[in-house]
């Protein structure tokens, strides 16, 4: 198993700014997820953040607007810019044990735009 | 490409009533199917999962599901409920396709235990 730290749990912003989430895991994994939880909705695969290359982005999801870092085997951050209200949500960054595809989660961080 | 879907988004039961969670699945390859909890204000966390072992899988808290191919079911059951199962449960579904990995959720189900 792996132990998953996140910062913020939470945060209010305002319209138009930018938020940088952190992710700490406790042993070393090559791949690390990101993941966006919607009021209602299910978990949506935002992007894959992969240690010494540029991030793997889903359908739906840009740079631009989500940008990751990965400096190393144990650290990630998501960047949610510019910010609108429909980008209140939980964020959940995630590691996966690669043979059966279980995945662990950080506690998440809950983000509220006004 | 595989989806899930969980029927219901809200069950209620009664203390000590039979908690059961419905998921079914679609998959073009054999898959590996889990559930995980979401209690409020915290992460997912895994309840149990079939990696094609056992139909019949046990996990935590007393919670059991059974994987039953010729309906592409994976329901959540536990015989007794508790307060504290009060939570949001999501089936999810794992393939390999192509060498590539890929985990899809459902849509939740979320469980009041009505004392």
């Known amino acids: 198993s792996a132990v998953i730290s996140q910062k913020p749990s939470r945060d209010i912003c305002q319209r138009g700014t930018s938020l940088t989430i952190q992710c700490q895991v406790d042993?070393?994994?090559?791949?690390m997820f990101w993941y966006r939880q919607q009021p209602g909705q299910s978990l949506t695969l935002i992007a894959t953040a992969n240690q010494g290359s540029e991030a793997t982005y889903e359908s739906g999801f840009v740079i631009d607007k989500f940008p990751i870092s990965r400096p190393n085997l144990t650290f990630s951050t998501l960047t949610v810019s510019n910010m609108s209200p429909e980008d209140s949500s939980i964020y959940l960054c995630?590691?996966?044990?690669?043979?059966?595809?279980?995945?662990?989660f950080g506690e998440g961080s809950r983000l509220t735009v006004l | 490409a595989q989806s899930v879907t969980q029927l219901g988004s809200h069950v209620s039961v009664s203390e000590g009533a039979l908690v059961l969670l419905r998921c079914n699945y679609s998959s073009s390859v054999p898959p590996y199917l889990f559930w995980y909890v979401q209690y409020p204000n915290q992460g997912l966390q895994l309840l149990l999962k079939?990696?094609?072992?056992?139909?019949l899988v046990k996990g935590i808290n007393g919670f059991e599901a059974e994987f039953k191919k010729s309906e592409t079911s994976f329901h959540l059951t536990k015989p007794s409920a508790h307060m504290s199962d009060a939570a949001e449960y999501f089936c999810?579904?794992?393939?390999?396709?192509?060498?590539?990995?890929?985990?899809?959720f459902g849509i939740g189900t979320k469980l009041q235990v009505i004392p």
């Open positions: 999810a579904v794992s393939i390999v396709s192509g060498g590539y990995q890929k985990v899809t």
């Open positions: 995630s590691v996966r044990q690669t043979n059966t595809g279980e995945l662990f």
């Open positions: 042993s070393q994994v090559t791949m």
């Open positions: 079939y990696t094609s072992a056992a139909t």
